[in-house]
């Protein structure tokens, strides 16, 4: 068995010795991947129960987490060289996250209040996600880049983080309501991988990131509110407080609610492509140069 898992690396290594690592033209890498959030930005779920059963959304969500969960991540990054051995180079990258792609509605009954100060049962089903679109600048280092064996590279990026969080709740065909967050943030992150040319035009590449998303700006809205039908509500990722009525059966009053500080980080492992933008244009073909006289052929 030894024998064989050598003979193929073997095999391996040979074929990718004929490969070059990376283009010597600006490329376009393209990459799709799953994400896992860390730290506040995690949440284990949004919802909690009475003791009858009933469903609502658990006071934690806001104050003391962001409801995070693993979800994809669609990237894209164009790297321009800044060297003729492709070493070293810069990277304008754009990214959409959803840590909650694989995260199913919840549904069950919840209590509406009367004007009477009396409760009855209602059907509610809701639903959560936590997006994120960011645009950075980076510097990337190829140390291989110039050999024909995979190239590993190693970049950080300065990113610019546009957080949002939708919580909807539906209590009926034609009764729904939503709240609506989102932040301007700040923050870095760091990417390390691997890459190998398949052709002059073509590569292949995969990798981890982390993000740091709220380096910079973090923020409370000081007594601001989040609220069913708020639309422009902040993410509360700095210590305070701020003011809510989701928490509590339908038509119920509003309370205070204290803000935890919050890090929004998430690892990302992925695979992509690389597409050189400037194809290689094929070389025209020269006929033969032949002699001033004419050949002839004899039969016999």
């Known amino acids: 068995m030894k024998i064989i898992i050598l003979i193929f ?28 959030p860390n730290d506040e930005l995690r949440g284990d779920d949004y919802v909690s129960y009475d003791t009858l059963g009933n469903i609502f959304i658990d006071s934690s969500l806001f104050s003391s987490h962001l409801g995070g969960q693993i979800g994809f991540q669609m990237a894209g990054a164009i790297k321009i060289n800044f060297d003729k051995y492709s070493i070293t180079r810069g990277v304008l990258s754009m990214s959409y996250n959803n840590f909650n792609t694989f995260q199913s509605r919840k549904s069950g009954t919840t209590l509406v209040k009367f004007i009477n100060n009396t409760y009855q049962q209602r059907p509610v089903e809701y639903n959560y996600d936590f997006n994120n679109f960011a645009i950075g600048l980076g510097l990337e280092v190829a140390p291989t880049s110039f050999t024909n064996i995979v190239s590993p590279f190693f970049n950080a990026n300065f990113n610019f983080n546009f957080l949002s969080a939708q919580l909807t709740r539906v209590t009926g065909i034609n009764d729904s309501n939503n709240v609506e967050l989102s932040s301007f943030r700040m923050g ?5 991988g691997i890459e190998v040319k398949v052709n002059s035009n073509f590569g292949i590449v995969a990798g981890l990131k982390y993000d740091m998303a709220n380096l910079i700006y973090k923020e409370t ?13 902040n993410l509360n990722d700095d210590e305070g407080r701020y003011i809510s009525n989701i928490y509590y059966p339908i038509g119920e009053a509003y309370n205070y609610f204290p803000s935890k500080e919050k890090k929004i980080n998430w690892g990302t492992a992925y695979i992509g492509v690389n ?9 025209k073909k020269t006929s033969p140069k032949t002699s001033g006289y004419k050949q002839f052929n004899y039969f016999f």
């Open 188 to 192: 870095v992150n760091f990417n390390a």
């Open 9 to 36: 690396f073997i095999l391996v290594f040979l074929n990718l010795n004929n490969a070059y690592s990376q283009f010597d033209k600006p490329v376009l890498t393209v990459s799709l991947g799953l994400s896992n």
């Open 221 to 233: 809205e000081r007594d601001g509110f989040i609220e069913w039908g708020s639309k422009s509500a």
């Open 275 to 283: 597409i050189n933008l400037f194809s290689d244009k094929p070389k």
